[in-house]
């Protein structure tokens, strides 16, 4: 049986409402009006992090936000988690034949006057699995050209999963790579966006100007958009009051009060997808280590005080759950209650597990992250209560990278994180036997990798729910496997005039600079 992600939207009028309003059912502003959408103005926005490579094929995560205004998804994700087409045209899957077919919009073009084919999007694709990503694209079996316009992706196990996967699938100009290649691409955005990049000075900012053959007529409303880097959020703050820059994000406490104090609110949706998820890693993978024991795993989530660590860690605008994720993921279960801070009974716990005097351990996290440092601390300081020994030690981000997929370092890693309403595929990249972290850390039941893969085959949402479920009542609860530490709202701040950005609406990523407009200011 096939079932239908998105039909053909025959009138450009219903398309254009449903990509700037994020659903179905709200009317587009009309420019020409005395209210709505008005042409002109550049829009800038602070940042406070990197991304190694706009060259997306190789790009995962974050780089959708730096990217957007030049390089487009497949699909775009809905706040309620269905998925929208947008350079496809539909994207049907078949449960029968393990297929999901993606039409493309005819006629959408490259900034550099190639147009977008199947034969792109293909190679996108596999340029995508060749960098390791296939299991950000569920592990296709085959990609096949049907036509012109027409993918047709087959797999070995059914997955609910695979619209969504086109989300992150931000397609990149075959022209431009094959003019060129993946180290010229990795400085220059080529793709079908609103905005055409014009200059990137490292450290400094990214311009873009106004895409006149743009796709969608139309749009987009803005001259230009600017990314300028600001790592000091706190600095951002001040440039965004100064009116320096239109928007910016931050989780760091003096920022946020900085904004606070000065009556800005926050305009991000309080979501799953919207926070900084902090976590620490325990080795259980290592027979010799005393974090092999599930009983002192237990014990270290009774005994710290994980309420004081998110607190000390966020600067009070953070909190903490036992569970990965809140109440909108589909894994989040409200008969699961937190596990109660009660550091008598830890240290029982731990005497009963053969560790009456503690043990030494160490907590790994990166140089260049004052949150993380910050939760390691407060993590370290709990510890220390129930008489174990643990050394905080800080190492770049390329160490911690490598110590994550290649190693099985002892003691805990503390890193913080973005999340999704449907975690799935975090959990494949980073919580699986065959992901792509942490393989060699964690030791993984036969019940865990059983619920897992019922996630994976789920027929339907509420399928993957329950067993999604079961996969983080054992990750987290159960076998304690990983220690939630802290979740810290991003708070996203933009000025008044400042509208249909999307920034922060449904993710932490997804934005819509083709609908983005300004008032006069």
């Not at 094929?57 to 929208?84: H, Q, Y």
């Not at 706190?234 to 910016?248: C, G, Q, R, V, Y």
């Not at 390329?398 to 595929?425: E, H, K, W, Y």
Request: proline fraction near 5%; glycine fraction near 6%; charged fraction near 20%.
């Amino acid at each position: 049986m096939k079932k239908l992600f998105a039909i053909l939207l025959a009138l450009a009028m219903i398309f254009c409402m449903a990509a700037c309003s994020g659903d179905a059912g709200q009317p587009k502003p009309d420019p020409a009006g005395t209210e709505g959408p008005t042409y002109g103005g550049t829009f800038r926005f602070g940042m406070f992090y990197v991304t190694p490579t706009f060259f997306t094929p190789k790009a995962v995560g974050s780089v959708k936000m730096f990217v957007t205004p030049s390089i487009e998804p497949v699909a775009r994700l809905n706040n309620d988690g269905t998925v929208t087409p947008f350079l496809a045209e539909s994207i049907e899957t078949s449960k029968d034949d393990l297929t999901m077919t993606i039409k493309l919009r005819e006629g959408i073009k490259f900034h550099d006057g190639s147009e977008l084919t199947a034969e792109v999007l293909k190679w996108n694709l596999d340029t995508a699995l060749e960098y390791g990503k296939a299991s950000n694209l569920s592990n296709p079996k085959s990609i096949e050209i049907v036509d012109t316009y027409t993918v047709k992706i087959t797999y070995s196990d059914w997955s609910v999963s695979w619209p969504n996967d086109m989300c992150d699938v931000l397609v990149y100009s075959k022209q431009a790579f094959d003019e060129h290649d993946a180290d010229w691409c990795a400085v220059n955005m080529i793709g079908t966006g609103p905005f055409v990049m014009d200059s990137y000075t490292v450290d400094d900012r990214i311009v873009w100007s106004k895409n006149t053959n743009y796709w969608q007529d139309g749009l987009p409303y803005l001259d230009g958009v600017e990314l300028v880097w600001i790592y000091d959020t706190t600095s951002s703050a001040s440039a965004f009051m100064n009116k320096e820059i239109d928007s910016f994000d931050t989780s760091v406490a003096a920022a946020i009060s900085m904004m606070v104090n000065n009556g800005f609110e926050t305009a991000a949706a309080d979501l799953t997808a919207n926070c900084t998820y902090g976590f620490a890693i325990p080795n259980s993978a290592n027979p010799d280590s005393p974090l092999h024991n599930v009983e002192v795993r237990k014990a270290i989530l009774k005994g710290v005080d994980w309420k004081g660590v998110a607190n000390a860690t966020s600067g009070g605008f953070g909190y903490w759950s036992n569970q990965m994720g809140l109440s909108d993921a589909y894994s989040y279960d409200p008969n699961l209650k937190d596990t109660e801070y009660d550091l008598d009974g830890a240290k029982a716990m731990l005497a009963e597990a053969g560790y009456p005097d503690g043990f030494a351990t160490t907590i790994w996290t990166i140089t260049n992250n004052a949150t993380n440092i910050a939760c390691a601390t407060a993590l370290q300081a709990e510890l220390v209560k129930m008489g174990i020994d643990a050394k905080v030690e800080t190492v770049d981000t390329s160490v911690i990278t490598d110590m994550r997929v290649n190693q099985s370092p002892d003691g805990f890693i503390v890193l913080g994180a973005g999340l999704s309403q449907d975690l799935t595929a975090t959990l494949n990249a980073q919580y699986s036997p065959t992901g792509n972290f942490h393989t060699k850390m964690i030791a993984f039941s036969d019940e865990y990798l059983a619920a897992l893969d019922a996630a994976n085959k789920a027929a339907t949402i509420e399928e993957r729910s329950e067993a999604l479920k079961t996969c983080l009542r054992l990750l987290t609860f159960d076998e304690v496997l990983v220690y939630p530490a802290f979740y810290i709202p991003k708070q996203m701040f933009t000025q008044p005039y400042v509208h249909d950005s999307g920034m922060n609406a449904v993710n932490a990523f997804q934005w819509t600079p083709e609908c983005l407009y300004m008032d006069a200011h």
